[in-house]
């Protein structure tokens, strides 16, 4: 079992930064892919970031590159996504993930074992 615990949500205007958190327990981490999704209102839960652990690659949706990064603590088992420039259509509750996976990368949200609970980002024009 993994536990996934999003923080850092919150109101900004377009443009701005948030840096949204997920703390990790439960199991030895270095083997998981961590993901970050967001959902926005009536809308598919789409892929937005993801971070191996044991090695620290990365991925990011195309609509995000070079907007947002994430990365890892391993001292804090926790897990950053750094949000700038950000836009109003970056609205949407964003939740971590994780999937035993290695050194393996997925988008799919049907690949992810674990999710947190979700934090509302609100970006106003």
């Known amino acids: 079992q993994v536990q996934l615990v999003e923080s850092g949500g919150g109101l900004v205007q377009a443009g701005g930064s948030l840096r949204l958190s997920c703390a990790a327990s439960?199991?030895?981490?270095?083997?998981?892919?961590m993901a970050w999704f967001r959902q926005a209102p009536g809308k598919e839960r789409e892929f937005v970031a993801a971070?191996?652990?044991?090695?620290?690659?990365?991925a990011y949706a195309d609509s995000v590159k070079g907007r947002f990064t994430t990365s890892r603590d391993n001292a804090k088992n926790t897990v950053y996504l750094q949000m700038n420039s950000l836009k109003p259509e970056d609205t949407a509750v964003y939740y971590c993930?994780?999937?035993?996976?290695?050194?393996?990368?997925?988008?799919?949200?049907?690949?992810?074992?674990?999710w947190g609970q979700g934090t509302q980002v609100t970006v106003s024009s």
């Open positions: 971070l191996t652990w044991r090695v620290g690659s990365t």
């Open positions: 439960g199991r030895t981490l270095n083997t998981y892919t």
């Open positions: 993930a994780a999937g035993l996976y290695y050194t393996v990368i997925f988008h799919a949200k049907e690949r992810y074992n674990y």
